[in-house]
């Protein structure tokens, strides 16, 4: 199965666009600082994924999946900040962070399926 096609590639992607129009409407001086890191960050989900699958050996992938769930954590702190600084509303931070979780989830079953 292509990675483009896994469930968990599907939904990250999905969070990813997700964060773009999120953070279309943060204030200019969050360009370069949050809005920035929380784009990073969630794509970085899909791109370690496509990057560990597209290496050569089943411990690469391994590693380029643990490393895709750093980036959903990390993604994760980025939206309770941006809510408790006022730039998310409650209701969009509980969507976005637990569909993250639901992400770092599945990141974690992978990991574990690819000993």
Wanted: charged fraction near 25%; charge should be positive.
């Amino acid at each position: 199965m292509k990675i483009e096609e896994m469930e968990v590639f599907k939904m990250a992607h999905d969070l990813t666009l997700r964060v773009y129009t999120a953070t279309d409407n943060f204030p200019a001086g969050e360009k370069f600082g949050l809005v920035s890191q929380m784009r990073r960050a969630s794509s970085s989900i899909c791109m370690n994924l496509i990057e560990g699958a597209y290496r050569f050996g089943k411990n690469e992938y391994r590693r380029f999946v643990g490393i895709a769930r750093g980036s959903c954590g990390e993604l994760k702190y980025q939206l309770l900040l941006a809510r408790d600084i006022g730039l998310i509303d409650c209701s969009l931070h509980d969507e976005l962070s637990a569909l993250a979780e639901r992400i770092c989830m599945m990141l974690a079953k992978l990991h574990g399926s690819l000993k």
